[in-house]
T-cell receptor, first 111, second 112 residues
Framework: GQQVMQIPQYQHVQEGEDFTTYCNSS?????IQWYKQRPGGHPVFLIQ?????EVKKQKRLTFQFGEAKKNSSLHITATQTTDVGTYFC???????????FGKGTKLSVKP | KAGVTQTPRYLIKTRGQQVTLSCSPI?????VSWYQQTPGQGLQFLFE???????NKGNFPGRFSGRQFSNSRSEMNVSTLELGDSALYLC???????????FGPGTRLTVL
């Protein structure tokens, strides 16, 4: 129904390795947002994707929205220790219904 | 602009008590959402308010309620507390026409 499946749940990488987290919905999304939560902190907005097939970049972060607007991914190139945290996707809100977060992917980076 | 503020930051209650948490959104933001965050369940949506009206409600029992005032400040109330209500309660505000959520630091509720 309304769930957003996010995988993997955990990812441990060596500094310098790449990282990817995926979100999948059974229903077509009007948009999807990505957030990062540092340990002990609160979620902070990273980006919103709206268009089918959209790709957006923020320095080492690349965000993609699937052609069918049912899936999205966040890719980090050459991870750094500052990337540590949990990454969440979010759908919904307002006229789009309930706000649903993915379960999150917790990233740890070994220096 | 000041960020989203939540009070209190920490709270310890016992089973059966009730609690009220407060959230002050960013100035000009009229939408406020509440979330419960636990290690096992992640971030779960409680409700969303806009201009004093509840727009959406998550799948939580009736013990969880909320309201929004004319100045956009919001409160949530949990009655008859259970041990499982121990969690970080986050609120977020957003501006009209925008989806980006700005989160407060949260209220850490412990139920003993």
């Amino acid at each position: 129904g309304q769930q957003v499946m996010q995988i993997p749940q955990y990812q441990h990488v060596q500094e310098g390795e790449d990282f990817t987290t995926y979100c999948n919905s059974s229903t077509t999304l009007s948009n999807i947002q990505w957030y990062k939560q540092r340990p002990g902190g609160h979620p902070v907005f990273l980006i919103q994707l709206v268009k089918s097939g959209e790709v957006k970049k923020q320095k080492r972060l690349t965000f993609q929205f699937g052609e069918a607007k049912k899936n999205s991914s966040l890719h980090i190139t050459a991870t750094q220790t500052t990337d540590v945290g949990t990454y969440f996707c979010l759908k919904g809100g307002g006229s789009q219904g309930n706000l649903i977060f993915g379960k999150g992917t917790k990233l740890s980076v070994k220096p | 602009k000041a960020g989203v503020t939540q009070t209190p930051r920490y709270l310890i209650k016992t089973r059966g008590q009730q609690v009220t948490l407060s959230c002050s959104p960013i100035s000009g933001h009229r939408s406020v959402s509440w979330y419960q965050q636990t290690p096992g369940q992640g971030l779960q949506f409680l409700f969303e308010y806009f201009s004093e009206t509840q727009r959406n409600k998550g799948n939580f029992p009736g013990r969880f309620s909320g309201r929004q005032f004319s100045n956009s400040r919001s409160e949530m109330n949990v009655s008859t507390l259970e041990l499982g209500d121990s969690a970080l309660y986050l609120c977020a505000s957003r501006a009209l026409g925008y989806n980006e959520q700005f989160f407060g630091p949260g209220t850490r509720l412990t139920v003993l």
